[in-house]
């Protein structure tokens, strides 16, 4: 079975911190993704990477980047954490090449993140 | 505007009745849909999925309808049972985005 892995399942940070938040997984795919979820406005795609060192935007990447140098970990991270960046951030990852893979996505159990 | 669009946030149904969760979309560039299951506290988990060159997929009590002239595609669970209480989305793949997903239905088995 696949495994995502996100390294915490709750954090507390404070405002202007800098934030990691760290994905793996173990099925050698190509894709990964990073989301957060919010009541009332589904899945939001933050970033992406479809390869070892590259990376996409989503639909709202604004205050967020992310690194990936090595295939099976992606991390997001917040570079100066502000309240509307607390969430639920979901960590994902699928076969194929990017966007337009229709591989399912195995997806982590996320990370409850609140910044005060 | 919404490419695709869940237009019940929440869906109650009684035990051993048919649950159908419902996605509309307005592109018809979309050529695969998925549909993912997401309990709380846990991340979505894909459930089943369906090529646009078919109108039908079936997965035991799981099946996924697509009326490509409609562009609307459904999802149906028969018989419902408790544990099938979650929030589903939809996803579809194509367009120029690439990959869509809908806002999500919560849906409630009742007993």
């Known amino acids: 079975d696949v495994k995502v892995t996100q390294s915490s399942r709750y954090l507390v940070k404070r405002t202007g911190e800098k934030v990691f938040l760290e994905c793996v997984q173990d099925?050698?795919?190509?894709?990964m993704f990073w989301y957060r979820q919010d009541p009332g406005l589904g899945l939001r795609l933050i970033y992406f990477?479809?390869?070892?060192?590259?990376?996409e935007k989503g639909d709202i990447p604004e205050g967020y980047s992310v690194s990936r140098e090595k295939k099976e970990r992606f991390s997001l991270i917040l570079e100066s954490a502000s309240t509307n960046q607390t969430s639920m951030y979901l960590c994902?990852?699928?076969?194929?090449?990017?966007?337009?893979?229709?591989?399912?996505?195995?997806f982590g159990d996320g990370t409850r993140l609140s910044i005060l | 505007d919404q490419q695709v669009k869940q237009n019940s946030p929440s869906l109650s149904v009684q035990e051993g009745r048919i649950s159908i969760l419902n996605c509309d979309y307005t592109?018809?560039?979309?050529?695969?849909f998925l549909w993912y299951k997401k309990y709380p506290a846990e991340g979505p988990t894909f459930l089943i999925s369906?090529?646009?060159?078919?109108d039908k997929n079936e997965d035991g009590r799981f099946t996924v309808f697509l009326n490509k002239s409609a562009k609307h595609l459904s999802l149906h669970i028969v018989p419902s049972q408790p544990g099938d209480s979650a929030v589903y989305f939809c996803?579809?793949?194509?367009?120029?985005?690439?990959?869509?997903f809908g806002k999500g239905t919560h849906l409630i088995i009742q007993p």
């Open positions: 996803a579809l793949v194509g367009g120029a985005d690439g990959l869509t």
């Open positions: 592109n018809s560039m979309f050529d695969y």
């Open positions: 990477s479809y390869d070892v060192k590259m990376k």
């Open positions: 099925m050698d795919h190509e894709n």
């Open positions: 369906i090529s646009s060159i078919k």
């Open positions: 994902a990852s699928s076969r194929g090449q990017g966007l337009y893979s229709n591989q399912p996505q195995h």
